[in-house]
């Protein structure tokens, strides 16, 4: 079950106010639902008070919009369903949403994204033809540019998104020269990288970093506690992983390639969709010269180290055309500390 009853409001909401609840429900189901978009949904009374907030069911269980009708019941009639993604129209692993919003007497429909999959896709004919109001592209950008980004790239191109996570000090060094990083960044910031983890599909290292490091790459809370979901922990490279590596464990693979490409091909094979490169150096930069690199989470501490592990390494020469550009969507402070969330956009990136 994915309804959230603390998200149900006292007062009349705007549609604006809406939607960003409808995408917090969404963002609370992230990392469950692969293969299946994480989707929020908000059902207005005719008042506009929120009467129900769900997000998607893991697959095979509710889409959104039911479990949020269910909360709603009655008070449904009338009333305003909003939902970050077009209502599917199809019999899939559940019935369509379009039939049991009509069924519950909704009268208003707005959505943020239309369903990129041509097989749920049509919700909005499908409901205007029962003269129910739909309004579709609704803060699209928020959505699409935001949490539902993986799952829209992975249906244009069957390939992973990648984000690529680095953390360093102001002169770009993720570690000491001892290779100690502990501290870096402050407890924020590193509460913060814990939760991402787990609402990724896999988190992803060098084997070199294997080597150096042994890292858990688990998802925890600040006590060191493990999270309910932990996504699959993979090394990239050729080196051999110790059969008693911390990363090692139930949900563990190695890729041995040190070939971008065939890494993305490995990881389309296994169903990924979202996936979090967190180094080291030279992975990071492999997958930056690969042009594999689609949205970037860079935490940067306001201090210097002035000589270290580099938070990225080529070994190729570089020239100012090769420079790896994103565009700044979003700046946080975490304590001290502040995340740059940014994306690569151009063909195939949207
Ligand atoms: C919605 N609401 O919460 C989600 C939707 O196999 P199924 O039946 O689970 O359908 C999967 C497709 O449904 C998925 O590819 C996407 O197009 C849509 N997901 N649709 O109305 C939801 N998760
Ligand atoms: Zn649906």
Redesign the pocket.
């Known amino acids: 079950m994915a309804q959230f009853p603390d998200l149900v409001s006292a007062q009349p909401l705007t549609d604006a106010q809406a939607m960003a609840l409808a995408i917090e429900a969404g963002q609370r189901v992230r990392g469950t639902?692969y293969p299946?978009?994480p989707?929020g949904?908000v059902i207005l009374d005719t008042a506009g008070i929120a009467v129900g907030v769900a997000g998607?069911e893991p697959?095979g269980g509710r889409?959104?919009?039911p479990q949020a009708l269910e909360m709603a019941g009655a008070r449904a009639q009338g009333g305003t369903a909003v939902?970050t993604?077009?209502?599917?129209n199809?019999i899939?692993?559940?019935p369509p949403?379009t039939e049991a919003l009509a069924a519950a007497g909704v009268s208003r429909v707005i959505f943020a994204v239309a369903?990129p999959?041509p097989?749920?896709a049509g919700?909005s004919e499908w409901l205007r033809y029962k003269d129910i109001e739909v309004i579709g592209e609704f803060q699209r950008n928020q959505v699409a540019a935001g949490y539902l980004r993986p799952w829209l790239h992975w249906q244009r191109t069957r390939r992973p998104h990648i984000t690529l996570k680095t953390a360093g000090t102001l002169d770009g060094f993720a570690a000491a020269t001892d290779r100690t990083s502990q501290w870096i960044t402050g407890e924020q910031a590193r509460a913060r990288v814990h939760v991402d983890r787990a609402r990724r599909q896999a988190i992803v290292v060098g084997t070199g970093t294997v080597l150096a490091d042994n890292p858990r790459l688990t998802a925890r809370t600040p006590d060191g506690e493990e999270l309910s979901t932990q996504p699959l922990r993979i090394a990239i490279g050729t080196s051999e992983v110790a059969t008693d590596a911390n990363i090692r464990g139930d949900n563990f693979r190695h890729i041995r390639t040190h070939d971008v490409e065939v890494a993305l091909e490995t990881m389309a094979d296994m169903g990924l969709i979202d996936v979090l490169v967190e180094g080291g150096p030279r992975l990071a930069s492999a997958f930056l010269e690969a042009d594999a690199v689609d949205a970037i989470e860079s935490y940067i501490a306001p201090a210097f180290l002035g000589a270290g592990l580099p938070v990225t390494s080529s070994n190729h020469e570089t020239s100012i055309t090769d420079i790896s550009r994103f565009r700044t969507v979003a700046v946080e402070t975490l304590g001290d500390d502040i995340l740059i969330t940014a994306l690569r956009s151009g063909k195939d990136r949207g």
């Open positions: 639902t299946n978009p989707i949904c998607t697959v889409h959104a919009e939902v993604l077009e209502p599917c199809h899939g692993r559940t949403c369903d999959n097989v749920a919700g």
